[in-house]
């Protein structure tokens, strides 16, 4: 097979249908396919014995009789697609479906000879060949009335046009093609759809030759007679099974009459394009070196005007050589006087021209004199520059650019595309920046604010420093906002002495310099009020001491007086309970505990009184207590506060310089792109638009010429190459960011007129970026980033070679305009290995392809595309050994499979993919194919003691003759794509020359 992953089967059939063994045109199988069915019935006579007879009957299975129409969904593809209108002429239609076994499941006869006809027909008539039959006729399917029957295909050969598509190969091995006949096939292939039911499908060719440029309607009919009587909604009769719908016994003496009314199963409508498929056109391609003209064309310098002198050299004839965008490699060639002009620097042209530049920057010199209108200086807002100079030579691109009528000429091009198209880019621009001047506004007013700000908080803030108690109390409500060293400022305090009801509301309140309360505390000379916070802090005053004890209440500290043991007292000393068992004691002077040995006291052994026991039990509490808090953890070691620092921090943040910018940028939608450029301050975003339409665009809308000059020398059917003119790109675009800038302060654009807005001349739309966002694509850096002494056609963004001029393919043809998603890229040549004959051929490391960078299509028939590589890089050496150079491949995009032949034959068939619709069909075309008239056999002649040779051994097993099956004549019209190489040497003016 062409493709390993492909097999084709002749037919499929599953369940009943398998049993039907009925030939084709059998006349005693009449309208339904009949099977055998046989079995053995048993039974018992009232009082007698078991007795079995076999029984033997015939059953009716489902037949064409008893469809009247099919499910859309069983259809999974059509081709061409419906509504196209520009289908290859040279390929057939057809129709898949997705079951297996569908174009078979309802055919009245058993396959002979591994063939087996459909039980429905695609059909493509033109317009002129069918009529659609009158709505509310009753029928169950719609009608046509197909007023030429000698149209439609041959009854007899309709098994060669339906076929098993898998997607696997079934063979022994993979690409043989295989006969449904076969168990072993059969078992392979239910063994692969039982896995995945979606590898394989079926599949109806209509065998009709189409013609260019004709709308054509395709058709879904029954085969047999009765399936079109039942469509019909007619009586279906006594009829032959497999009767022909459109070829019926006795039609032609006219003893029947002739059927031109057929039922419609499903249809679409398609149109086929002008003469020529992927192959046809990809091979009227030729590489030819590109014509020297083209690129360039003369311009008339010798009468400038405005006071102006001429180009002042006689061998130039007053001319000099205007280029594009593209020019021939090589060119200018080294010494070419054209190039040269101006040598040596300057010339009487340059000296006026710059003259003439500089008179609205002398005029504005004088104050009492009106402004003049003078010819641009393209860049001086991005090259912050006022005049040109000739007192050195042009080497920086501002003076190049403005001095050099080339340059000029280029950039007021760009400027000229800029106003026939500034309504556009303007509104582009207002979309992108948004309500800009509102937030102008916004801006001014915050600016004003921010100013009155400061003042106040310098005069109350800033001074309060010098006491932190004072300026954490001026910034306590805030303090839950603030943070410093990751937690707020109220945080800190509740993990501190400091809490923060020492700077609640209440407490300033106290604090007040005049207010009531504070002459009622008692603050002396040594602790005034402002010194609250810090005595706290450092542990000198305790914010909340503890509250004295009732009368007649014994806290801990009591209670450790009175034990006598020094243990016991310290652990009544330490325990936090108060000893409120003492209450209630009898006698006025208490009592006192002692040790269990002292005289006096409770004996061992003894009874306690009862006061003894409530002690015991408190002083077991005690215990439990201290035990749990030890177990559960310490209490919290209340820190010192840094006061001065967090004061310095409070009123550093309340810095308007700080917060009302955050308040602005959190509430004024300014685009990232501008904050990018003004930053976070509050500066008005005087920023720039950007847009990225490929600028080649209105380059080339004004006039091809423009674009390229002399592209009509490009020849027809041609691919070439050409080099980028970097210098020529980069005027192209500072002219137009220039005249932009202009419009933008015309419409008050919020703009300083040093943005790059058009950065993009190439198109780039179908090149994947290098990172997240389009800025490895851009063309140009940004204009404002130029050295004003670098020179002009330094600038390319995507280079990383100095400065080197990319190669560009030129394709001129109907190729790529009638197939625009087609494959081409750059691929690496090798050198033939040691056993192998021939030229280079294409290397097998797959990361020796190179995309295109970018693309530009000038005319309808001619695209440009752009590669990262040099002239010397692509054609590489003559010899083996050394470099081989670059292959340009033209691929069709791999797809869905397709039939068809070729329009023109080859020279030599030496594979299936080459036969051409002249072999197969001599006759005229706009016919169906007939079996019988075309050649009894076609054979391959395949190149014998070749490297090809194994390449062509799958062809040579399959013929095209009486005993073929539709798996093989599937196999023979199925179209691979097609990938042509073209070397880069045959591209250019070199010796050598080779194509893959």
């Not at 197909?146 to 295909?153: S, V």
């Not at 091995?173 to 039982?194: F, K, N, Q, W, Y």
């Not at 491949?889 to 020279?907: N, Y």
Request: hydrophobic share 40%; charged share 25%; net charge negative.
């Amino acid at each position: 097979m062409t493709s390993p992953a492909y097999a084709f089967l002749p037919w499929l059939r599953q369940g009943l249908a398998n049993q039907v063994t009925a030939a084709d045109g059998d006349p005693a199988v009449r309208v339904r396919p009949r099977v055998t069915v046989s079995l053995t019935a048993s039974g018992r006579a009232p009082g007698g014995a078991v007795q079995t007879r076999p029984v033997t009957k015939q059953v009716s299975l489902y037949g064409p009789a008893d469809i009247q129409g099919i499910d859309p969904k069983v259809i999974v593809r059509t081709e061409p697609r419906p509504w196209i209108t520009n289908a290859e002429p040279n390929m057939l239609a057809h129709v898949d479906f997705y079951d297996e076994d569908f174009p078979w499941r309802y055919t009245p006869a058993a396959a002979a000879a591994g063939r087996l006809r459909p039980w429905l027909t695609l059909l493509v008539l033109t317009e002129e060949e069918f009529h659609d039959g009158p709505a509310g006729s009753g029928a169950p399917l719609p009608r046509v009335e197909i007023t030429d029957l000698a149209m439609l295909p041959k009854p007899d050969q309709l098994w060669a046009w339906a076929h098993v598509h898998a997607d696997l190969g079934l063979g022994a091995t993979d690409g043989e093609i295989v006969s449904g006949d076969g168990p072993a096939v059969a078992a392979r292939l239910a063994a692969a759809l039982a896995g995945n039911p979606d590898l394989a499908r079926s599949r109806l060719l209509c065998p009709r030759t189409l013609v260019p440029d004709t709308a054509y309607h395709a058709f879904l009919v029954p085969t047999f007679e009765g399936g079109r009587r039942a469509g019909l909604g007619l009586d279906v009769g006594d009829i032959a099974a497999t009767m022909s719908a459109w070829a019926m016994p006795g039609a032609e003496t006219g003893a029947r009459p002739q059927p031109t009314w057929f039922p419609v199963y499903h249809r679409w409508y398609f149109r086929t394009g002008a003469r020529g498929d992927f192959e046809t056109l990809v091979r009227l391609l030729r590489p030819a070196p590109i014509d020297p003209r083209v690129g360039t064309r003369a311009i008339d310098v010798e009468h400038a005007g405005s006071g102006v002198r001429g180009i002042d050299k006689p061998e130039l004839g007053g001319t000099l050589r205007l280029g594009g965008a593209l020019r021939p490699p090589g060119f200018p060639l080294p010494g070419d006087p054209w190039d040269a002009w101006d040598e040596p620097f300057p010339r009487p042209l340059q000296e006026d021209l710059a003259r003439l530049i500089n008179l609205a920057d002398d005029y504005r010199a004088e104050a009492d004199e009106d402004p003049v209108i003078s010819p641009p200086l393209y860049g001086r807002w991005h090259a912050l520059t006022a005049r040109v100079r000739t007192d050195e030579p042009p080497d920086g691109w501002v003076q190049r650019l403005n001095l050099d009528p080339r340059f000029r000429i280029a950039a007021g091009l760009g400027a000229k595309a800029v106003r026939e198209n500034q309504e556009r880019y303007m509104q582009a621009a207002w979309e992108q920046i948004g309500e800009v001047l509102a937030a102008q506004r916004r801006i001014r007013n915050a600016q004003f604010g921010r100013q009155v700000s400061k003042v106040w908080h310098e005069r109350h803030l800033v001074t309060a420093l010098s006491s932190s108690q004072r300026a954490l109390h001026l910034t306590a409500p805030l303090h839950r906002r603030i943070v410093s060293e990751g937690e707020t400022l109220r945080q800190a305090q509740t993990t501190a002495r400091v809490s923060p009801t020492l700077s609640s509301a209440p407490l300033r309140r106290m604090l007040r310099p005049r207010g009531r309360m504070l002459g009622q505390l008692p603050f002396g000379e040594h602790h005034g009020p402002l010194d609250l916070l810090d005595r706290v802090n450092s542990g000198e005053a305790d914010p909340a001491p503890p509250d004295p004890a009732p009368p007649g209440v014994l806290v801990a500290d009591a209670a450790a007086t009175l034990v006598v043991n020094p243990q016991a007292a310290e652990i009544v000393r330490e325990s936090s309970l108060t000893v409120a068992w003492v209450t209630g004691l009898p006698g006025a002077s208490g009592f006192t505990v002692g040790t269990l040995d002292k005289p006096g006291g409770p004996g061992r052994g003894g009874v306690d009184s009862p006061e003894a026991q409530d002690f015991k039990e408190a002083l077991e509490d005690s215990f439990d207590f201290r035990e749990t808090a030890v177990e559960e953890g310490s209490p919290p070691v209340l820190r010192d506060l840094d006061l001065d620092g967090m004061a310095q921090t409070a009123v550093d943040a309340l810095d308007p310089d700080v917060t009302i910018p955050r308040r602005i940028g959190s509430t004024v939608g300014i685009p990232q792109m501008v904050r990018d450029e003004v930053g976070s301050g509050l500066v008005e975003p005087m920023a720039y638009p950007v847009i990225d339409q490929p600028m080649y665009e209105p380059l080339r809308d004004l006039g091809t010429d423009l674009f390229l000059p002399n592209a009509n020398l490009i020849g027809a059917n041609t691919v070439s190459l050409l080099e980028t003119d970097q210098r020529f790109i980069e005027a192209y675009l500072v002219g137009v960011n220039h005249e932009f800038a202009r419009e933008l302060l015309w419409r008050e654009y919020p703009t300083d007129q040093r943005g790059s807005s058009f950065r993009q001349f190439w198109d780039v739309r179908g090149t994947l970026a290098d990172g997240p966002s389009r800025e490895s694509l851009r063309d140009i850096p940004p204009l404002h980033e130029w050295a004003v002494t670098s020179a002009l056609g330094s600038h390319d963004h995507r280079d990383t070679g100095g400065g080197r001029d990319e190669l560009v393919l030129v394709i001129r043809g109907e190729l790529l305009k009638r197939y625009p998603s087609a494959v081409v890229y750059a691929h690496r040549a090798r050198w033939p290995e040691p056993d192998e004959t021939g030229s280079r051929r294409l290397s097998a490391d797959p990361s020796a392809v190179r995309t295109p960078r970018y693309a530009a299509k000038i005319d309808p028939d001619i695209t440009i595309l752009g590669f990262d590589l040099t002239a010397e890089e692509a054609v590489g050496g003559d010899d083996i050994g050394e470099d081989p150079g670059w292959f340009f491949v033209i691929k069709e995009r791999p797809g869905e499979p397709r039939f068809g032949l070729d329009t023109e034959p080859s020279a030599e068939l030496t594979v299936w993919n080459d036969l051409s619709w002249p072999e197969v069909q001599p006759g005229p075309a706009g016919r169906y194919i007939d079996l019988a008239t075309a050649p009894a056999s076609l054979q391959l002649t395949p190149p014998a003691g070749s490297p090809e040779t194994a390449q062509h051994a799958e062809d040579v097993h399959v013929a095209w003759d009486s005993s073929m099956t539709s798996a093989d004549l599937a196999y023979i019209l199925f179209q691979a794509p097609v990938l042509v190489g073209v070397h880069a040497s045959q591209m250019l003016n070199t010796s050598s020359g080779e194509s893959a």
